[in-house]
């Protein structure tokens, strides 16, 4: 991915340009009263409010024109439309168009190969090509945009769920011919657990005349499965035929400019949102800390008398703050007891699926002679074992983020800010399962012409035996008529229960090479899960600590303060202080109420 061009815009300068001066004018006071550890949560919490990108992925049904959307929005061919089968396909904002195609090598580490743009999308069906990113002069990216064309369904590419849970936005697309089905709305309902702004598109609206019914047969739909969406039409041929011919109406016929002004209003309006109420947490929290040191000292100025009491108060605010630094603080209780627990549901989660998965595959087996279509049943096998995983990984994510939350309750004080735990590395579930070996092979079910001949052999030299024996006494000869019948039905019964023998015994291999396929995916995507649970606890630890340190480091900066102002002797000294202290309460005070104003603003 490329750095940040300069010409990008930030998500919307209107909103975001009184949050950006305000975080620069409380910087600024954090500097002067010393405090780098404000500081610096300050400079994060900006960067992230004047980060303009805003992931939208694109996903739908096969046959939707979904690829033929993403052409169209992004205004360049980004996205193969052939019908085949592709890849993930990311594109950003550059001042000029680049491709990059990222292969997997004979060593499984990734490599990235500048093309030609115009060529690149022809090489997106090849196998070695595992993603495709872009770069190009688009409006619509440079509002800050970065479109994700998923390479499938959900339901039929489980990589696309790891997309979805990375996602600030997904544009659903689905064929105008018909309304939606159970499974598509249930579909919309799980990706709205994973990524709650989405919007649905109606595509190829000019080839069906009927798409206002369908239009309304959704949203009836939607409604009454309780999915506030909205539901676009829209149809990329048309749209490009308007470009290429300059035909306006032919445009907004199309419903693309209506979609394109859709996202822009809603999908960078809601990505304000979060990042504003962000903002506004740490501002509430860091004019707090700041506010105590202030106050500590105006009081003390003004009433010398008071000294005691107020370094009393102070000192059992600093005990407090000092327990929240311990082991034993609840906090850090409820994180350790929720870590374990989250370990546990984990595995207990995936291993549920897993051995789901091992009973159907099971079923399947026992059905019919796995030998005849192995290779396919593995494949099949591949894809609902990355499709678990990628779920398991998602709850596991969601979960993380409940626990984050209660942690943060358990400080005394309401609205500490948690850290950020949104997934950032989309499609990595091939990466996790690469280490995993291949479902083995039936070695049973290699079986030679010979062999058979061998074993009917066997079965019919006993019917001509026995038969030609019990013949002979009749006065005929060894080998005739009923000998040989008799040899003929017993070869083709010995032949058949060989068979059946073989068939059985492929059966348990089978069973045994996906019992043995399981446990090599248990045990990587454990080992991956812990090591991924481990971090996000290190991540919440080291989070709530630094703001437990900022708090006792707010009191001791209160209480030196308070020391300083008690050592002050002369009036004049004492008013030109107070009068300092009560400017920047002002300002303080200030900043806090925009902050304020500028949260209840960005609420939705």
């Known amino acids: 991915m490329t750095a940040t061009d300069s010409r990008i815009v930030v998500k919307n300068p209107d909103a975001m340009g009184p949050l950006l001066e305000l975080l620069d004018q409380l910087l600024d006071l954090t500097h002067a009263a010393g405090r780098a550890d404000l500081a610096g949560r300050l400079g994060i919490a900006r960067a992230r409010i004047a980060d303009p990108r805003v992931r939208l992925v694109v996903v739908g049904e096969s046959k939707s024109g979904m690829s033929s959307l993403v052409n169209s929005l992004v205004g360049a061919a980004v996205s193969a439309t052939d019908g ?94 018909a309304p939606f089905t159970p499974a598509q709305i249930e579909q919309l309902q799980r990706i709205r657990q994973v990524c709650p702004t989405v919007i649905c598109v109606l595509n190829k609206i000019d080839q069906y005349g009927h798409w206002p019914q369908v239009q309304q047969h959704d949203r009836r739909l939607l409604d009454e499965a309780g999915l506030a969406f909205a539901v676009a039409p829209a149809s990329a041929r048309l749209h490009e035929h308007a470009v290429s011919t300059g035909d306006q109406q032919l445009d907004l016929e199309s419903g693309v400019p209506q979609l394109l002004d859709h996202l822009r209003a809603y999908v960078l309006g809601r990505a304000d949102a979060v990042a504003a109420e962000a903002a506004v947490r740490d501002v509430r929290l860091i004019t707090d800390h700041l506010g105590l040191a202030l106050r500590s000292e105006a009081e003390t100025l003004r009433d010398p008398r008071r000294y005691t009491v107020i370094t009393e108060q102070l000192r059992r605010t600093r005990e407090d703050a000092e327990q929240l630094r311990q082991r034993s603080a609840n906090w850090q209780v409820t994180l350790a007891d929720g870590a374990a627990e989250l370990m546990a549901d984990t595995e207990h989660d995936l291993r549920h699926r897993l051995r789901s998965l091992i009973r159907d595959a099971e079923a399947d087996i026992m059905k019919r002679d796995p030998a005849r279509r192995w290779t396919e049943f593995g494949a099949e096998l591949d894809a609902k074992i990355c499709e678990a995983v990628e779920e398991n990984f998602v709850i596991a994510h969601y979960r993380s983020v409940e626990l984050a939350e209660q942690v943060a309750a358990k400080f005394p004080d309401s609205g500490i800010p948690t850290p950020d735990l949104k997934l950032d590395n989309p499609g990595d579930v091939g990466e996790v399962l690469e280490p995993v070996t291949a479902l083995d092979s039936l ?71 996906v019992g043995r396929l399981m446990d090599d995916v248990i045990f990587q995507v454990s080992k991956e899960s812990r090591y991924r649970l481990r971090a996000v606890q290190r991540s919440l630890r080291d989070h709530f600590t630094e703001i437990a340190t900022a708090t006792l480091r707010s009191v001791d900066a209160s209480l030196r303060a308070a020391e300083d102002a008690a050592a002050v002797h002369s009036g004049a000294g004492r008013e030109a202080r107070l009068t300092e202290i009560e400017r920047a309460q002002v300002r303080l005070r200030d900043l806090r109420e925009r902050a304020d104003a500028i949260g209840e603003n960005s609420s939705y």
């Open 84 to 177: 085949q089968p592709s890849v993930p396909v990311i594109a950003e904002y550059g001042p000029q168009a680049t491709a990059t195609l990222v292969t997997m090598n004979a060593g499984g580490a990734a490599e990235r190969t500048s093309v030609d743009p115009q060529l690149a999308v022809s090489e997106l069906v090849s196998g070695s090509v595992i993603r495709a990113e872009f770069t190009q002069p688009s409006p619509l990216l440079a509002e800050g945009f970065v479109v994700l064309d998923a390479p499938g369904s959900p339901a039929e590419t489980p990589a696309t769920w790891s997309l979805i849970a990375a996602a600030d936005a997904v544009l659903y697309v689905a064929d105008a011919a």
């Open 443 to 513: 070695d049973s079910a290699k079986v030679s012409v010979t062999q058979q001949a061998l074993s009917a052999l066997r079965g019919s030299y006993g019917g001509i035996l026995m038969v030609g024996l019990a013949t002979s006494l009749l006065g005929m000869s060894l080998v005739n008529w009923y000998s040989g019948g008799a040899g003929l039905l017993l070869g083709v019964n010995a032949l058949w229960d060989d068979r059946r023998m073989r068939r059985q015994r492929r059966q348990a291999e089978g069973k045994v090479a």
